[in-house]
């Protein structure tokens, strides 16, 4: 029995529809990042230039950082790009990441209401201030979502001597959100709120918000890239992920961080450490 051409050309055709699709199936990744990384803008930025260089499409699950590490242990990324490396660190001893990169810093800086309820504008000492915004019971608002921003908060309230899960009042909201949504909070009640620098550059609604405290050395807001383990999950894609890691790294990723800027001003600065 004699198979119809057209038949056979049908057939041909979806052979090749199926293989295409398979192609560019494999030539994405999943990351499961921060969301101050997807809010200021930065991946608008750096992405398209990962993209057109290797053909790789990169999808982004934006989360707090304690989310994001989730979606990595349950492997449903093939990287985890975050900013709470005693996490991170955890992510890789425990065997759900293969290893750990510096990328890039800023701070974090804390926000308030230009009327400074707490009298606190302009001091460098973060615990000081938290300690006189609760002395003053002045409106704060946390992300309460696990994030990197909520866990540096929780460690500077400690740092004021200061067990805000037993002191908290309803001066302290906690919204269980990511960054933007806790700027918008803050914004509408005129609180104070800690916020990283670059999330709060590209902020567009600040009402009577302004910067009140920064320069502290404990601000200090490193981000760091894993690749989760293709051991622990045979379904990461190993090669396109180390792919995206190795350019965010290079010289090339590096300087498309640091040109990254909204007013002329400077988000992040890059700072991964020399490859071997």
């Not at 990351?31 to 990962?50: C, E």
């Not at 707090?64 to 001893?93: I, M, S, Y």
């Not at 992300?143 to 899960?165: C, P």
């Not at 965010?248 to 990723?253: C, H, P």
């Amino acid at each position: 029995m004699q198979i119809p051409r057209s038949t056979i050309a049908v057939t041909f055709a979806f052979l090749v529809l199926f293989c295409t699709q398979a192609v560019a199936q494999e030539k994405s990744i999943v990351v499961a990042s921060t969301t101050s990384t997807q809010d200021s803008g930065l991946f608008k930025h750096i992405l398209p230039r990962f993209e057109a260089k290797t053909g790789i499409k990169v999808r982004v699950i934006a989360q707090g950082t304690g989310q994001a590490l989730d979606t990595g242990r349950r492997g449903d990324a093939d990287v985890v790009f975050v900013h709470a490396k005693p996490q991170e660190q955890k992510f890789v001893a425990d065997g759900f990441g293969v290893r750990r990169f510096d990328v890039m810093y800023n701070d974090f800086v804390l926000i308030g209401p230009k009327s400074d309820p707490a009298g606190i504008a302009g001091t460098k000492d973060i615990a000081a201030a938290l300690a006189a915004i609760k002395a003053k019971q002045a409106p704060f608002v946390s992300r309460g979502d696990r994030s990197g921003t909520h866990q540096a908060e929780l460690a500077l309230w400690k740092a004021a001597g200061i067990d805000i899960a037993a002191d908290k009042g309803p001066w302290y909201r906690e919204i269980g959100q990511g960054m933007g949504a806790a700027l918008n909070t803050a914004s509408a009640m005129n609180a104070y709120v800690l916020a990283d620098r670059g999330t709060f550059i590209s902020f567009k609604n600040r009402g009577e918000l302004a910067v009140a405290v920064a320069g502290d050395r404990r601000l200090f807001n490193q981000y760091g890239i894993i690749l989760v383990s293709p051991e622990k999950f045979s379904h990461v894609r190993k090669d396109q992920g180390q792919a995206f890691i190795d350019w965010i790294t290079s010289a090339e990723g590096q300087s498309a961080i640091g040109e990254y800027r909204i007013g002329g001003q400077q988000l992040f600065f890059p700072n991964a450490a020399q490859r071997p």
